[in-house]
């Protein structure tokens, strides 16, 4: 069982930064892949990045390459979303999602993961 805790949302001006942070709670984090995803007003939860176990593989969806940045410390059970030149369409809740998984693999399907966060809210004011 593992427990998931967002943090680090806020307001910010478009074109500034915030650091996400997802920490578990429970045993073996390493042996979890890890996801982070959005829900904006009226919208279905979209993927944003992901990450496999050992932090060596990482997918992101389109909109967000280059800006944001998943990453991983699995000596404190933390995964990190750093999310650089937000844009005013990056306001949503932000989810972190965790699934056992093999070594390298890199989960972007929502329906995988079984552990999820409450969430916390990103807005980015244009």
């Known amino acids: 069982q593992v427990q998931l805790v967002e943090s680090g949302g806020g307001l910010v001006q478009a074109g500034g930064s915030l650091r996400l942070t997802c920490t578990a709670s429970?045993?073996?984090?390493?042996?979890?892949?890890m996801g982070w995803f959005r829900q904006a007003p009226g919208k279905e939860r979209e993927f944003v990045a992901a990450?496999?176990?050992?932090?060596?593989?990482?997918d992101y969806t389109d909109s967000v390459k280059g800006r944001f940045t998943i990453s991983r410390d699995n000596t404190k059970n933390t995964v990190y979303l750093q999310m650089n030149s937000l844009k005013f369409e990056d306001t949503a809740v932000y989810y972190c999602a965790a699934r056992s998984a093999i070594l390298s693999r890199v989960i972007v399907n929502a329906d995988e993961y079984n552990y999820w966060g409450q969430g916390t809210q990103v807005t980015v004011s244009s």
């Open positions: 990450i496999n176990r050992s932090g060596g593989f990482r």
């Open positions: 429970g045993r073996n984090f390493n042996t979890y892949a």
